[in-house]
């Protein structure tokens, strides 16, 4: 099967489990993709078609099931990006948003 067509199929099983829209959750598959494979987002679009491991299909099936469950992919992957900076968590941890960005951004703008 083709990646793009895997991908897909996650990101419709996301949006169908979750309160997320589709681009959202396009977001969030092609995340766990290049988490589990270990490639980056342009080698899911330049494969015509990847051959997973038994354990990473089980692996992309787990991390699917939590995000059913509403665990939210951060704390599943134990990784969170933060202004360029990627940030390990856990639940013990709150998720920053990516309003706390534009807040950031905007405090540093009055500050000069």
């Not at 469950?69 to 360029?84: C, E, M, R, W």
């Amino acid at each position: 099967m083709r990646t793009t067509d895997l991908v897909n199929s996650a990101a419709k099983f996301i949006q169908i489990h979750t309160n997320q829209s589709y681009q959202e959750s396009k977001i969030e598959a092609e995340e766990i993709f290049m988490h589990v494979l270990g490639i980056n987002k342009s080698k899911i679009y330049t494969n015509i078609s990847i051959s997973m491991t038994k354990d990473e299909h089980d692996q992309i099936s787990r991390i699917l099931n939590k995000r059913k469950s509403d665990i939210p992919l951060s704390y599943v992957l134990k990784k969170h990006s933060f202004y360029n900076h990627e940030f390990f968590v856990d639940e013990n941890v709150l998720i920053p948003r990516s309003e706390t960005e534009n807040i950031i951004d905007q405090i540093i703008t009055i500050g000069r």
